[in-house]
């Protein structure tokens, strides 16, 4: 079979490997239909992100159909169709013991720590295979992943309906947490330096966008909620300004969700988080969110047509990770066939 490796930063190669065998009776191999590039799997190429490991066949948003079963796995048949639940936890440590597998001490990640899902076939354990309806678009599908990222930013925000949401940065994760937020009730303000983005975040449904090349953000959304702030704030940008600047804009008694791995220290008084009682959180992959997105599915809410606007084939690789790099204005999600 034919699979992606990021043999070490800027190393990208397409290869010929043996198909991988079930090994343990509660795995099950998937033959890959779609798979998405992700703004991490770009890290992982330029050699932006300090937990991979090289070689490493890329990808952790990946759909296929299951080709074979081990012999005690009993939740998915041959046949099914199935979205890939991308992260192993041990079960063991306080972080699953909490049911916060996705902050697992050991957690492994595919496309990260193992080998990820842009190859033609792939062995996963059953629990990691989410059945996904059967008439659904391979091209639709890949989405569900990234979808249940921004589930998860909402989930930790601890968003509810009639709260007020800023959201920073409308890249493909913001848009995700953006369409999570007003399935939710949510009144949604959304801010990014490109236009075109803040059109389509428009476009979706955000009810206030700003462009922070233009006005000054924070005296926007407090203009935007009368004096309030916004009750919970994501922080997409992932900068040393946009978390300082997310303390700023947050409501007494409100939530700041970080999604960044930045390592450069902030300058935050202490004194903005004990007056208001502001809580911080991190968010990270997702717990338990699978069945919640492939359930907004179900019922015709996430705005799946059109969010991916590009698609090469598997052969393309090296064509569509191009591409990625050439239109970061421009690019949501894009997508690799693999038939």
């Avoid at 800027?10 to 099950?28: A, N």
């Avoid at 990820?116 to 569900?144: C, F, M, R, T």
Wanted: charged share 25%.
């Amino acid at each position: 079979m034919r699979a992606g490796v990021i043999e070490a930063p800027g190393v990208l190669k397409m290869v010929e490997r043996d198909i991988p065998k079930i090994e343990k009776d509660t795995d099950v191999l998937v033959k890959i239909k779609r798979v998405g590039i992700c703004g991490s799997d770009m890290h992982i190429y330029h050699g932006k992100n300090a937990f991979v490991t090289y070689p490493r066949v890329w990808g952790h948003e990946f759909v296929g159909e299951i080709a074979e079963t081990g012999s005690a796995v009993t939740a998915v048949k041959a046949g099914d169709h199935v979205v890939a639940e991308p992260i192993l936890s041990c079960g063991e440590c306080y972080a699953c013991r909490q049911g916060r597998r996705n902050a697992c001490q050991t957690l492994k990640v595919f496309g990260v720590h193992v080998e990820g899902g842009a190859q033609e076939y792939v062995v996963i354990p059953e629990k990691n295979a989410h059945i996904i309806p059967s008439d659904l678009p391979w091209s639709q599908a890949v989405l569900i992943e990234p979808f249940t990222i921004g589930a998860q930013a909402c989930y930790r925000g601890n968003v509810q309906e009639g709260d007020v949401v800023f959201i920073m940065g409308a890249g493909t994760i913001g848009l995700t947490i953006m369409v999570n937020a007003k399935i939710l009730g949510a009144t949604v303000i959304i801010s990014d330096i490109v236009d075109g983005k803040l059109e389509y975040a428009k476009k979706l449904g955000a009810d206030h966008i700003i462009n922070a090349k233009e006005v000054d953000v924070v005296k926007k959304v407090l203009e935007i909620t009368e004096g309030m702030g916004a009750n919970v704030t994501v922080d997409a940008v992932c900068s040393k300004e946009s978390f300082e600047q997310a303390i700023d804009v947050t409501s007494t008694a409100g939530r700041v969700v970080e999604m960044s791995f930045n390592t450069t220290p902030s300058e935050i008084a202490p004194v903005k988080l004990a007056k208001g009682e502001m809580t911080i959180m991190g968010s990270r992959h997702q717990t338990g969110r699978f069945p919640v997105v492939i359930e907004y599915l179900k019922q015709g809410k996430l705005p799946l047509e059109g969010f991916a606007n590009a698609e090469f084939s598997f052969d393309q690789m090296h064509e569509a990770f191009d591409y990625a790099e050439k239109n970061t204005d421009t690019v949501r999600k894009i997508i690799l066939s693999m038939e």
